[in-house]
């Protein structure tokens, strides 16, 4: 069974960079997208990209100019980096994989991890 | 960017009803939607992945209709581990988009 587990500071400071890892166990990692989403609390849920095991990405325009996501296979696991936080992107940050099967839907999820920006 | 608007935002129901979700797309997006429910504290689950094939494991009081723009989520018979949030989520084109959810309490 995919798992999905999801690592880093809970809190960062405004200005700084958020970093977070996902690490893939359960499973084979390639020919998959996998994708980071967020959710600030008592709110709904924001794709904010994906990559594949090839280091291609898609990432959402809103978010484009900040973001930077990485693979590494050869460890099982993807990660995300988004510079230059406020205090709105505070939010549960979930990694899901992409599946490639129909409808292409996020089929495995992590539990998520809390990231407060606050100074 | 595919907006995805789903109604009602909330819904009030008991054990056994039957409760169906809206979900509209902004554009055509043939087959490609997926229902997830969201349980507090908790990430999301898929539920329906293609409009309408049962993710394995979920049960078969769960069904998905629609093609094109318009969607729908049924759950009949409603059981207590139902209350939660629903949400939409187009994979026909990036960046993914979701509805706003729909969330479903006890009457």
């Known amino acids: 069974q995919v798992q999905l587990q999801e690592s880093g500071p809970g809190l960062v400071k405004p200005s700084e960079t958020l970093s977070l890892t996902c690490i893939v166990s359960?499973?084979?990692?390639?020919?998959?997208?996998w994708s980071w989403i967020r959710q600030p609390a008592g709110k709904g849920l924001e794709w904010i990209g994906r990559?594949?095991?090839?280091?291609?990405?898609n990432y959402s325009p809103s978010l484009k100019s900040r973001v930077t996501m990485s693979v590494d296979t050869s460890n099982n696991q993807f990660s995300l980096k988004l510079n230059s936080v406020t205090a709105a992107d505070t939010a549960f940050y979930y990694c899901?994989?992409?599946?490639?099967?129909?409808?292409?839907?996020?089929?495995?999820w992590g539990q998520g991890t809390l990231v407060t920006v606050s100074s | 960017d595919i907006q995805m608007t789903q109604s009602p935002s909330s819904l009030s129901a008991s054990v056994g009803d039957t409760v169906t979700i809206t979900c509209r797309a902004s554009?055509?997006?043939?087959?490609?939607l997926n229902w997830y429910q969201q349980k507090p504290g908790k990430a999301p689950k898929l539920l329906i992945y293609?409009?309408?094939s049962l993710q394995s494991g979920v049960p078969s009081r769960f069904s998905g209709s629609g093609s094109g723009t318009d969607f729908t989520l049924t759950i009949s018979s409603l059981q207590p581990e139902d209350f939660a949030i629903y949400y939409c989520?187009?994979?026909?084109?990036?960046?993914?988009?979701f509805g706003q959810g729909t969330k479903v309490e006890i009457k």
């Open positions: 899901a994989r992409d599946s490639s099967g129909p409808g292409r839907p996020f089929d495995h």
């Open positions: 359960g499973g084979s990692n390639s020919s998959y997208f």
């Open positions: 990559i594949y095991t090839t280091g291609s990405t």
């Open positions: 554009q055509s997006i043939t087959n490609y």
């Open positions: 293609a409009a309408s």
């Open positions: 989520q187009q994979s026909y084109s990036t960046p993914r988009t």
